[in-house]
């Protein structure tokens, strides 16, 4: 069974930083197109950074100079090094990506999150 599993969150003071893994496991043949979501209390899923299994990356014009998306291919990992924070990066974090496992197709499979609080 192919899963996403993140971890990294916690409580962290403005201005500090943390970095959050993703991990990929299972049985899997392919995967590409790795994204790091968030969702802060009654608020709406948003993208927070992509990257491709080339290392193009693209990120939310909010996080842009402070946020890092990178994967590691032959770990099947992501990582999201975030930076001076703010208490508006306040959320739970998702890790998106599109696999196929081996011997199925291709679809979107989502982490269960990690919560990330940037408050004094």
């Known amino acids: 069974q192919v899963q996403l599993v993140e971890s990294g969150g916690g409580l962290v003071q403005p201005g500090g930083s943390l970095r959050l893994s993703c991990a990929a496991s299972?049985?899997?043949?392919?995967?590409?197109?790795t994204a790091w979501y968030r969702q802060a209390p009654g608020q709406e899923r948003e993208l927070v950074a992509t990257?491709?299994?080339?290392?193009?990356?693209n990120y939310a014009d909010s996080v842009k100079g402070r946020f890092t998306i990178s994967g590691d291919n032959a770990k099947n990992m992501v990582y999201l090094q975030m930076n001076n924070l703010k208490p508006e990066d306040t959320a739970v974090y998702y890790c998106n990506a599109k696999i196929r496992p081996a011997g199925s197709w291709e679809r979107a499979y989502w982490g269960q999150g990690t919560q990330v609080t940037v408050s004094e």
């Open positions: 990257i491709t299994r080339g290392g193009v990356t």
């Open positions: 299972g049985s899997i043949a392919s995967m590409r197109d």
